[in-house]
């Protein structure tokens, strides 16, 4: 019966399937085409090449785009925003911020919801929870005609102050969801947090995306419930927990970051195989470079973050994205090379891909300097032609007045750089030094460049996982759920409430309870996480301070550390404020065990073939290695490429490189000691 | 191919590597001096801007949160070094402030802090940075809006040690901080300020170790050699003449009379001249601003122009002149007091722009709401007995261009990436309720595209003892269109008491009582091109929306 455990994760371009096979104890992966027409239907096909009676999958775990996708391509639903009467414009208006200082063109990001589609009540809350004006009712009943008339998919309500006081938000959905079947989104349930545009930003990405959201999880669910499936489908959330399909058609804003997390998840699972407790995690693909951190074996969450330029008050994972991938291209300006942030993307893609991209690419480069085979790229399925990316970065060459291969390394060297700088920013600026990390890479072109990478940052330890071509549909197989919640409580830490502190945590508690039990946790099982954000007085950035009990002296010297390690400086006799107060209930769920690989083979590892490879501007043979013959316990020296249907690995000289017990590799930076031993 | 090798010293791939690396770091102690400061005006409006130099004070990467610090604050290290009698004076781990507005060419709430930086016994270079302080003594609090010398301003500092050989000279912080009405928060910018200087020290010494000292100079010669170039390369496609335009403040808070400014541009071959000459004569009140700084304001309107998206280096502007006589509004000199140093400003940048636009029609855009257009609460919150003070800025219309209407509610020109105050914030902060904060209809330029919007902001007081002060400004030179497009609205503001509405635009601690209403409305951008071009299509968009009445 309970046979399979089972995680399926949808990307841009493809749909990656994690099976483990209780019975045969083995995990399979299966990698189809994304169907962006039907997403559900790449799904059950992938599905259906291991499972045929779906009824033996005991647990069903899924990240999906349908949210993300709806929200990038601006093809949400048709919906209507609900605000207090004299600020139907704080939407619009923002933060009135130009984040291109120079740019006298300069356009805001353009809202999901226009102005004739935002609708002002009478009513009002102030900064204390009082209502100075009750909720006009007659007022609602007009909009409420405005909405049947004009068939919106999904309304959004945020009024003044509602993070203080929800009653009127509350009584408007209660109201509305008597007269009209559509998703009502609520400012204080989505975002329970001061700052109006922020909460309403927030609010509007949710309801923008719910019905299309709500949509794609009942063919889901319909869908596998006909073949046999008659359990709950966990859905992956940007927050790196899970939670059920029915709890994300009410939450859509948590599946937002639901593809990306998986692989940064996959990440802290790494934590407890390897032992490796701080990893940072990096995915490079055609466009982008995506880089986030474990920490002491967590994923590194931020309560906020900013998309396509609109701010989400909502826990996430922290993902640092940079324009820097196989497909960024290198040009000249006034006799400077640069590279990136442009991207040939996948159409026209690099000049190899022979798709009409003329201009050289990361890519090219790296098919010139003998890094990549332009016979056996990606498996052999995608054939290269390097007379065209020789030309390619010939045209830069000439322009800058170096060779071809130098011209090729440079493009290589600058691209690394730059993603070096990345980890630095992530890490460095909050005080933590990267070389107390593991690097640990994944996507496409991740593999590549990790291990250069790893050396400009002088780390010593790189990680390529055995599933990197599936990561992160693995990753979601082993996290439980997580619910997050949040209360704005300012006061000095010296004149705090208790009662009223030990209400609101007790109100949280209470509603994460409610939440997991619709999950089939019990109250029993669930694990609380209380914190708290603290900065000094007179300072807008708060620093989150995780408390295990209410001793705010404990809070207080933790956060003059923290606000030390991470800005260098502290205050020990400032005055100290509290801003919001947090709960994170986690639900545990069964995992399954890691398989081991059999025999140990305590050997020099088997070439497949060798070629030509530059480094550090010289031409060198190079050995080639397959992930096919690679078995535990092999190990070798580089420079050394080693190819796999997923990706290439490119590993330049002075590194010392085995396969482990779950086939991942590990390469590591050689000591004058090791040198000696091999 | 030669003429590259002629020109640069380092290979192209390293240079651009340690470009990278300069922006980056830059960037990096930005961030952490404005996420660790006490000041909303560090914090949300980045008012602050970071440097490093190398040992020549030659810029190596600069971080800036305005757009107007633009490459000033080397004139303070090289007075400072000339004041301490040279560059040998210099020990490891001390650090300088000041804030003379005849040096630094802004007002004196703006302090510099700056230290050398030593790699092996050796001085290497410097890091600095600029953060405005919510006070700083003047005799009104934050800044007057009616001083008439610089000693009304507030505490004016020197070239000053305040830590030798990393140890803090305790007394002389005492004397400064113990001059502003906030010490707290004075205490915590000036840490942040000398904690980004640490993190400017550190990381410049990790590029030293993983560049060398030597190298880096080589590649920031190159850097700014490309810098250059491309300046150069713009500027040289500019057709060789005179391009002129001027336009008029509304006053300097004192006298209320027009304020002339008047610009000449003058291209020839590669290379630009700003002449200055003709403004205004240096003001009894506090319109006045620095040599220093009113160079970085030419900058900006010339990166507008030019080159919006690229990084700013030492090479850039080498081919620009700016010629502004002494003691005019543009070159103030003791004792005019600069406290609202931007004014002038803001109308300068978009002069510039109007000047050049007939050349440059795909880069311009009609003239922008203009100003800052300050509000300030002070009082005492019944609620608490605690004394407080709010400073806003606020935002407006911006000019349309050649394919596209001007943004409604954007802050002004030169405060860059400000950010309002959230209204559940200030709600919270201050005795004070917002009634509305909403788009201000019809108050865009019309044409072929539109201005932007200004705003509507009301405020009801809600505490007996509260003072407001304003400074709006552009009614007289309100944002202007181009080629056929018309002027925005100009800004207006109702003080409603009672049944009584007064219209004022500046006004410094005029008493308001409990109950009676602040309502600011901002002006709109001007509008692009011929009104009767405009599409039905974006008329009728306009009026769906509401952003226009069918009037």
């Known amino acids: 019966m309970s046979r399979y455990r089972l995680g399926v994760d949808i990307g841009g371009t493809f749909t990656d399937l994690v099976v483990f096979d209780r019975l045969k104890n083995v995990y399979q992966t299966k990698k189809i085409l994304t169907t962006p027409h039907n997403l559900a239907e790449g799904v059950l096909e992938a599905i259906s090449h291991y499972i045929k009676d779906l009824s033996e999958i005991e647990y069903f775990v899924h990240g999906t785009t349908s949210g993300l996708n709806a929200f990038l391509e601006r093809k949400g639903a048709n919906v209507a925003l609900i605000v207090t009467k004299g600020f139907r414009d704080v939407y619009e208006i923002g933060r009135a911020n130009r984040t291109e200082m120079y740019n006298i063109q300069f356009n805001k990001p353009a809202t999901l919801v226009k102005r004739e589609h935002i609708y002002e009540i009478q009513e009002r809350v102030t900064f204390d929870g009082s209502v100075v004006t009750p909720l006009d009712e007659e007022n609602l009943q007009q909009i409420i005609g405005q909405l049947k008339d004009k068939n919106y998919d999904a309304v959004a309500v945020c009024l003044m102050h509602a993070y203080r006081n929800p009653e009127n938000e509350v009584k408007i959905c209660s109201i509305i969801e008597k007269e009209l079947d559509i998703p009502v989104s609520l400012s204080s349930d989505i975002a329970r947090e001061w700052r109006e545009y922020e909460r309403v930003s927030t609010t509007v990405i949710n309801a923008y995306i719910a019905p299309i959201v709500k949509k794609y999880l009942n063919i889901l669910e319909k869908e596998v419930e006909k073949r046999g499936f008659k359990k709950d489908i966990y859905i992956m959330q940007s927050n790196g927990g899970v939670m059920t399909s029915k709890i994300a058609k009410r939450l859509p804003l948590q599946t937002l970051m639901s593809g990306p997390v998986g692989g940064t998840i996959g990440g802290m699972n790494l934590t407890k195989l390897t032992g490796d407790p701080n990893l940072i995690c990096v995915d490079m693909g055609g466009t982008s470079f995506d880089v986030s951190l474990i920490i002491d074996g967590q994923p590194d969450i931020t309560a906020e973050i900013h998309m396509e330029g609109f701010p989400v008050l909502s826990p996430m994972v922290n993902i640092h994205t940079i324009g820097a991938g196989g497909g960024s291209i290198a040009w000249v300006e006034a006799g400077g090379l640069r590279v990136g942030p442009k991207s040939a993307g996948s159409s026209p893609g690099p000049a190899c891909y022979g798709k009409g991209g003329k201009l050289p690419t990361v890519t090219d480069a790296n098919l010139v300097l003998g890094r990549i085979d332009e016979n056996n790229f990606l498996g052999g399925d995608i054939k290269l032609d390097k007379q065209a990316a020789i030309e390619a970065v010939k045209s830069v060459a000439d322009q800058i007045g170096l060779s071809v291969q130098e011209t090729a390394e440079g493009i290589c060297d600058i691209a690394n750089a730059k993603m070096a700088d990345a980890i630095r920013t992530l890490t460095v600026k909050r005080g933590i030094d990267p070389r107390d990390f593991t690097l640990v890479a994944f996507g496409g072109a991740g593999p590549m460049h990790a291990v250069l990478i790893a050396d400009l940052l002088d780390m010593k330890k790189v990680f390529i996982p055995s599933v990197s071509g599936t990561f992160s549909a693995w990753g979601m197989l082993q996290t439980d759920i997580r619910f997050d919640t949040v209360r704005n409580y300012v006061a000095n830490i010296n004149q705090v409430d208790y009662t009223m502190l030990e209400s609101l945590y007790e109100e949280m508690k209470q509603e994460s309870i409610s939440v997991l039990n619709q999950q089939n946790i019990q109250a029993g099982d669930i694990r609380f996480q209380n914190s708290i954000d603290v900065r000094y007085e007179g300072q807008e950035y708060t620093v989150n301070i995780v408390s295990e009990t209410n001793n705010l002296k404990k809070i207080e010297e933790d956060f003059h550390k923290a606000h030390l390690d991470i800005y260098g400086h502290n205050n020990p006799k400032g005055s100290i404020e509290i801003v919001n107060l947090r709960v994170t209930a986690f639900g545990d769920l069964e995992k399954v065990e890691y398989v081991k690989s059999g025999e140990r083979s305590e050997r020099q590892a088997v070439p497949a073939s060798k070629r030509n490879v530059v480094w550090n501007n010289v031409e060198e043979e190079t050995i080639v290695y397959s992930t096919e013959t690679l078995t535990y316990g092999n190990y070798f020296n580089s420079p050394a490429i080693v190819e796999d249907k997923n990706s290439t690995l490119v590993i330049p000289p002075k590194h010392y490189i085995c396969i482990d017990e779950y086939q991942n590799i590990e390469i590591v930076k050689e000591t004058a000691e090791q040198e000696v031993l091999v | ?551």
């Open chain 2, 1 to 551: 191919m030669s003429t590259q090798q002629q020109v640069y010293l380092e290979n192209p791939v390293t240079t651009e590597i340690v470009r990278n690396a300069l922006i980056s770091a830059a960037d990096e102690m930005n961030a952490s001096l404005a996420r660790s400061a006490f000041s909303p005006i560090i914090y949300e409006m980045k008012d602050c801007s970071v440097c490093i130099f190398n040992r020549d004070v030659e810029l190596l990467g600069q971080s800036a949160g305005l757009p107007i610090f633009l490459g000033n604050i080397d004139e303070c290290i090289k007075v400072t070094t000339n004041m301490i009698g040279g560059i040998d004076n210099y020990q490891d781990g001390d650090v300088y402030i000041l804030n003379d507005s005849y040096i630094g060419g802004t007002h004196l709430n703006d302090v510099t802090v700056f230290s050398p930086i030593f790699y092996e016994g050796e001085l290497v270079g410097f890091t600095a940075n600029r953060a405005h302080w919510l006070d700083i003594g003047s005799k009104d609090p934050g800044y007057p809006m009616d001083a008439t010398s610089i000693y009304q301003e507030g505490i004016r500092i020197p070239p000053t040690k305040i830590y030798e050989q990393g140890k803090p000279i305790d007394d002389v912080i005492r004397l400064i901080v113990t001059n502003n009405r906030f010490r707290e928060a004075a205490l915590g910018d000036l840490n942040a300020q000398i904690a980004a200087c640490r993190t400017g020290e550190k990381r410049f010494k990790e590029l030293i170790v993983r560049f060398g000292i030597d190298r880096i100079n080589r590649c920031i010669h190159d850097i700014f050699k490309q810098s250059e170039e491309m300046d150069r390369s713009v500027i040289r496609n500019i057709p060789d003449g005179v391009y002129e335009a001027e336009g008029y403040l509304d006053n300097d808070g004192v006298k209320d009379e027009p304020i002339l400014v008047k610009v000449q541009v003058r291209v020839e071959g590669d290379y630009i001249t700003i002449d200055l000459t003709g403004s205004s004569e240096q003001r009894f009140g506090q319109t006045n601003c620095g040599y220093a700084q009113t160079i970085s304001a030419c900058r900006v309107a010339f990166k507008d122009l030019i080159s919006p998206h690229t990084p700013v280096t030492g090479g850039n502007f080498r081919t620009m002149k700016v010629i502004a006589p002494e003691a005019t509004i543009f070159h103030a000199v003791e004792p005019a007091p600069c406290g609202w140093y931007f004014t002038p400003l803001g109308l300068l940048i978009d002069l510039i722009i109007k000047a050049l636009s007939p050349e440059m029609k795909d880069k311009a855009a009609g003239a922008h709401y203009g100003d800052s257009m300050v509000v300030t609460f002070a009082g005492k919150d019944e609620r608490t007995k605690e004394s407080f003070l709010s400073v806003e800025a606020t935002a407006g219309g911006w000019g349309a261009f050649h394919n596209g209407n001007g943004q409604s509610a954007l802050i002004n020109h030169v405060s860059g990436d400000f950010k309002n105050l959230p209204i559940e914030v200030f709600e919270s902060k201050y005795p004070i309720r917002i009634n509305q904060y909403g788009l201000r209809q019809n108050s865009g330029g019309v044409g072929q595209y539109r201005g932007g919007l200004g705003v509507v902001r009301e405020y009801e007081i809600h505490s007996e003892n509260t003072t407001v002060s304003l400074w709006f400004e552009r009614s007289k030179t309100p944002a202007w269109g181009l080629f056929g497009g018309q002027p925005g609205a100009k800004p207006n503001v109702e003080i409603i008491s009672g049944g009584e509405v007064e219209h004022l635009l500046k006004v410094n601690g005029r008493k308001v009582r409990k109950g009676d209403i602040v309502k600011v409305m901002t002006g709109g951008g001007g509008g692009f091109g011929d009104p009767s071009e405009r599409s039905s299509e974006d008329a009728e968009k306009d009026l769906r929306n509401e952003y226009v009445t069918g009037k």
